[in-house]
C-alpha cells in the first residue's frame, strides 16, 4: 500500500468522524474510526520510517538520568546548556544554530544529570521535516521533557506537545491499567474492576475488533477510548515533562505572570528563567531533580563516617536490593543485611532485608558474607 493511499484513507475517516453526529449511538463508530486512523498512522510511519535517508543521532545515555531540552529553533537552549553543563553549545541569534544532539552533563547535589539539547522541533517533525524523527526518535530515550519557550510566544508549547503526541509521546501520563489477552475462539470479553463512565462494553468491543478476533480485556481504571488504543498500539512512550519559560526579563511582570498562568491551568509543572541572565537556574535545578524523583543514600561503610561526597542515587520507591544491583553484582549473592539511619528506618541502625523500601537522605550499611 503506498503512502499516498494510506494518507487518502486516513482523511476519508478524519472526514467521516467530523461528519458524523456525536453521541451515544454513535461514540462505538467513532471509537471504530479513531482505531482505523491510528493503526493507519502506525502502518505510514513504519514505511517512512524504512525509507528514510541519513545518518541518525548516536547518543550513550550516561549518568543518573537524562533530560531532553526541545523547543522551536532560537528559543535559548544552547545557552542553557552551557549555563547548566560542561558542554559547549553553539549560541546564535538566528535559527538552527545546532544541528546534531549536544550532550552535558549538569552535577547537581551528588547527581549526575545528562542533559541533550536538541535540534529545534518545528511543525511537521513527526513526517520527518527538520530531521524530526531523528529528533522524536532520541526524545523517546529521555526520562524527563524539558519543553522550552520564549516568554513573548507561549503559543509554541502547544504547537510541540501536538508534534510529540502525533508520534506517540505520551505527556505527564501514566500507561493505562488494562491487560489484553489473546484468545482462540469465543469473541472478546470484556471485564473491570471499576465502574467505567467514559467507555460504554459496546465501544471497548469495536475498538478491539480492529485489533484482535478473540480476546480477553481487563480495564482496572476508568480510561477513554484514545488510551484504549494506546493500549493496543502497544509503541507509546510516557515520559515525564515539565515547561521553562525563557527570557523573562523580556516581557513585564504581568505578561508573565498571564502566561504562567495560562500553562498551569493545563495542568503543567512551569518555571521562568532567563538562561542568558542566569536567573533562576537553580529553582530550575531543584525541579529536574523533584520531577525525576531522584533521591540520595549515602553510604556509611562498617565502623567509618558515611560518605557524603558520593550519594548513591536511586528513584523514590527504590529498595534495598536496587541499591544493592547498583553498588556491585555481587552484594545480592552475598547479602546478610543491612543498617539504616534516616526516615525510611523505625530506629537508628535498623536492621533491614533486601525488600526494605529507602528514603532520601538515608544512611546505609550493607553487610555481605566474605
Not at 558542554?87 to 546534531?100: C, H, I, K, P
Not at 524539558?146 to 504547537?159: G, K, P
Not at 509543572?269 to 531522584?294: R, T, W
Request: aromatic share 6%.
Amino acid at each position: 500500500m503506498k503512502d499516498s493511499t494510506i494518507d487518502e484513507q486516513i482523511n476519508k475517516i478524519e472526514e467521516e468522524i467530523f461528519n458524523t453526529q456525536k453521541n451515544k449511538a454513535t461514540e462505538h463508530h467513532i471509537g471504530k474510526l479513531k482505531a482505523k486512523i491510528a493503526r493507519l498512522r502506525d502502518l505510514s510511519d513504519i514505511r517512512k520510517s524504512t525509507i528514510t535517508k541519513g545518518k541518525g543521532f548516536a547518543i550513550k545515555k550516561s549518568g543518573d538520568a537524562t533530560i531532553g531540552l526541545i523547543g522551536f529553533p532560537s528559543v535559548g537552549k544552547s545557552t542553557l546548556l552551557n549555563r547548566l553543563t560542561d558542554a559547549n553549545s553553539r549560541v546564535g541569534e538566528y535559527e538552527f544554530t545546532t544541528l546534531d544532539v549536544i550532550p552535558g552533563m549538569m552535577l547537581y547535589n551528588g547527581a549526575k544529570i545528562q542533559i541533550l539539547d536538541l535540534p529545534g522541533l518545528i511543525t511537521g517533525a513527526y513526517k520527518g521535516k527538520g530531521r524530526g524523527r531523528e529528533i522524536i526518535s532520541a526524545i523517546r530515550n529521555v526520562d524527563l521533557i524539558l519543553f522550552m519557550i520564549d516568554s513573548r510566544n507561549i503559543d509554541q508549547l502547544e504547537l510541540m506537545t501536538k508534534e510529540l503526541y502525533r508520534s506517540g509521546i505520551r505527556l505527564n501520563q501514566k500507561k493505562p491499567d488494562v491487560t489484553i489477552k489473546k484468545t482462540g475462539q469465543g469473541g472478546i470479553n470484556v471485564k473491570s474492576t471499576i465502574k467505567l463512565t467514559r467507555l460504554s462494553e459496546i465501544t471497548i468491543k469495536s475498538i478491539s475488533s480492529e485489533y484482535i478476533t478473540n480476546g480477553e480485556i481487563l480495564i482496572r481504571e476508568d480510561i477513554d477510548e484514545d488510551q484504549l488504543i494506546d493500549v493496543f498500539m502497544n509503541n507509546r512512550i510516557y515520559v515525564p515533562s515539565i515547561v521553562v519559560i525563557n527570557k523573562k526579563d523580556l516581557v513585564s511582570n504581568n505578561k508573565l505572570s498571564i502566561n504562567i498562568k495560562k500553562i498551569k491551568n493545563k495542568k503543567w509543572n512551569v518555571i521562568a528563567i532567563s538562561a542568558a541572565k542566569n536567573l533562576e537556574l537553580n529553582q530550575l535545578k531543584n525541579l529536574f531533580i523533584s520531577e525525576l524523583n531522584i533521591m540520595r543514600i549515602f553510604m556509611k561503610p562498617i565502623g567509618k563516617d558515611p560518605d557524603y561526597d558520593e550519594p548513591l542515587i536511586l528513584k523514590k520507591g527504590q529498595n534495598v536490593e536496587d541499591a544493592c544491583k547498583k553498588l556491585h553484582r555481587d552484594f545480592i549473592k552475598k547479602f546478610r543485611y543491612a543498617q539504616i539511619w534516616g526516615k525510611s528506618a523505625k530506629y537508628s541502625g535498623q536492621k533491614v532485608g533486601l525488600e526494605h523500601i529507602l528514603s532520601d537522605n538515608d544512611l546505609m550499611t550493607i553487610v555481605i558474607s566474605r
